[in-house]
């Protein structure tokens, strides 16, 4: 639990989101447009929302999947040691594959996780974020897909979360504290 007080303003909205979503679903659509079925591993836990909401508006034959990554632990800043805690349960060898994530800050996890399936030989990889914050960037790496591109603001709601909480928050909101 956090131990000093803080408000939430409001960033982005529940509805630029899901107009956003429909957008990005839009173009990976074309993209996949041949796959017999895309593979979507969400990155837990920050994206269980994002990822239930593009899954819904994909008009594509999908499987989901899910991969436990962590760089932060309950803190606010990285560690950059990026640690895989939960692996896929299927097989993507020669299938293709979009990854989702939350939020793309330092680039380690992400950069981490597609070296990871990469050599699990997938057909196509992909890799989509909600947010991303470039000015925070340590690895030379950008998401195929970006939903928002934000400031350097603590984030949290719309899955992200902080020290497990606001996850349920149906809008991305900037932390302040008081």
Not at 98 to 121: F, K, N, P, Q
């Amino acid at each position: 639990m956090p131990n000093r007080p803080y408000v939430i303003d409001e960033m982005i909205s529940a509805k630029s989101i899901a107009a956003r979503i429909e957008g990005l679903a839009k173009e990976i659509k074309r993209e996949f447009a041949k796959t017999d079925k895309l593979v979507v591993v969400g990155l837990l836990r920050g994206s269980f929302v994002f990822i239930a909401d593009l899954v819904r508006e994909l008009d594509l034959p999908v499987e989901v999947d899910f991969l436990e990554a962590s760089s932060y632990g309950d803190a606010m800043e990285s560690s950059r040691e990026v640690r895989i805690l939960k692996d896929l349960r299927g097989q993507i060898e020669g299938r293709d594959v979009l990854v989702v994530e939350d939020i793309v800050d330092t680039g380690h996890t992400l950069s981490h996780v597609t070296e990871y399936l990469g050599t699990r030989h997938p057909g196509k990889l992909k890799t989509i974020a909600l947010l991303d914050k470039p000015s925070r960037r340590e690895v030379d790496f950008r998401a195929d897909w970006i939903g928002f591109e934000i400031p350097d603001e603590f984030v949290v709601g719309y899955g992200i979360d902080f020290a497990q909480r606001n996850r349920n928050l149906p809008y991305i909101g900037k932390v302040r504290f008081t």
